[in-house]
């Protein structure tokens, strides 16, 4: 992972972007001597967000079954034709 200065980005911006648009290599942004941020391709970070979003339905479905709150195929059937209608 590329790491740069906020100092560096704020005058190299133009060429930053343009690396990280060629090398899709997140860019650690610093400030103080201190990690501040990461700046990364807009469609990596869409496809992060697509990610988290589809392992977070997978979280609330496995907490629905060691919950119990499930219900058999026939149901879900019977209340998908009536959404369906």
């Known amino acids: 992972m590329k790491v740069e200065l906020v100092t560096n980005l704020k005058r190299q911006a133009t060429k930053i972007l343009a690396d990280l648009h060629e090398s899709k290599e997140a860019v650690l942004i610093t400030e103080h001597g201190q990690p501040s941020a990461y700046l990364v391709d807009v469609q990596d970070y869409e496809f992060m967000q ?4 589809l392992l977070e339905g997978l979280s609330k479905g496995e907490r ?14 019977e209340r998908m034709q009536k959404w369906l209608k």
């Open 50 to 53: 697509r990610r988290l979003a």
């Open 64 to 77: 629905a079954i060691l919950e119990g709150r499930t219900t058999s195929h026939e149901k879900a059937k």
